[in-house]
């Protein structure tokens, strides 16, 4: 059986990513329209009720407009903006985040593909708070960086052409200092926490990659969880996994730096406990693609999901 799949968007960073993993699949018929199709609205919702999935790589107000075009009971959405990620009546569709995600998954209609900032954190946060190793009462931090392909074309122009008018001559930028990212209340719904998380986000010049790191003062915790007890619970939580990898304690104990480039142009998701047990600190870090397991691949992952195909089928694991 064939699913025909149309791409809401697919002239963006994401949804060329998504198409691109999704060539020559023949269990996969892709609707496509063209640049003036794009524009005429009749040829557009026609896509949208066509399909069996549609995955939206729109703006949040584009994303919110195309679910009110589909007409049908039929048609399945996988939507990679922020606008249904705290909604709802939709599926949160971080497959491994919950021991019944993909079952959940595999009967849901309308799904929110995750921010890459947020699947970074809750890939940590999430397993440990559902084990009762951390309190979802604790005063959660998080540092990340991104490649600036996160940032869409205008970010990507800043930093790639010379005639931008907002050239971003620089090597590293601090932003969202008003603590007011769009992935936070994202960030507290799926983990459990009580609090919003402190987030701290920043652009690297580099295109593609991204590190999220939870620093945690675990000598300050009622329990005062070990370093291994946190690995050991993370590594539960992920075995069997073929795209999320907790590197084990020589790992860790021999990982002097890590780069924002640690996992390449691929769909995986590494993790990776360092600390002092000395001092009783702890610095929880993700290695993901912001492009791949923090985009494109996380929607081709519930692409395959909604349509009861391999789960990892056109991923670059």
């Known amino acids: 059986m064939t699913t025909h799949v149309f791409i809401d968007g697919g002239a963006g ?72 990620r705290v909604a709802q ?29 947020p699947t970074g954190f809750l890939a940590l946060v999430r397993p440990l708070i559902r084990a009762g190793l951390i309190p979802a009462d604790w005063p959660f931090t998080v540092n990340a960086v991104s490649g600036y392909s996160g940032g869409g074309k205008a970010m990507i122009a800043a930093f790639e052409d010379d005639s931008a008018p907002e050239r971003a001559d620089t090597a590293y930028r601090a932003y969202a200092l008003g603590l007011a990212h769009k992935h936070v209340p994202e960030m507290q719904l799926h983990s459990g926490a009580k609090y919003l998380p402190l987030f701290t986000p920043a652009v690297a010049r580099v295109y593609r990659g991204m590190l999220v790191e939870v620093p945690l003062q675990l000598c300050a915790m009622p329990n005062a969880p070990s370093l291994d007890a946190l690995r050991d ?78 789960e990892t089928a056109g991923l670059r694991l």
């Open 13 to 84: 960073t994401t949804g060329i990513e998504i198409r691109e993993r999704l060539a020559g699949r023949g269990e996969l018929s892709l609707i496509t329209l063209s640049d003036a199709d794009r524009k005429d609205a009749a040829a557009r919702k026609a896509a949208l009720n066509d399909a069996d999935v549609v995955i939206l790589c729109l703006p949040d107000d584009a994303a919110r407009e195309a679910v009110s075009l589909i007409a049908n009971d039929r048609t399945k959405v996988i939507d990679a903006s922020t606008a249904h």
């Open 89 to 117: 009546g939709w599926t949160y569709g971080f497959a491994e985040l919950e021991p019944d995600m993909r079952q959940r998954l595999s009967s849901a209609r309308f799904v929110s593909n995750p921010g890459c900032y």
């Open 233 to 310: 619970a993370l590594a539960a939580a992920y075995d069997g996994s073929q795209q999320v990898h907790v590197a084990d304690k020589p790992a860790c104990d021999t990982q002097g730096v890590i780069d924002i480039e640690h996992v390449g142009a691929t769909d995986r998701l590494d993790i990776f406990v360092f600390g002092n047990a000395q001092t009783g600190q702890a610095r929880l870090v993700t290695a993901l693609d912001n492009l791949g397991k923090g985009a494109a691949g996380a929607a081709v992952q519930n692409l395959n999901i909604l349509a009861g195909l391999e």
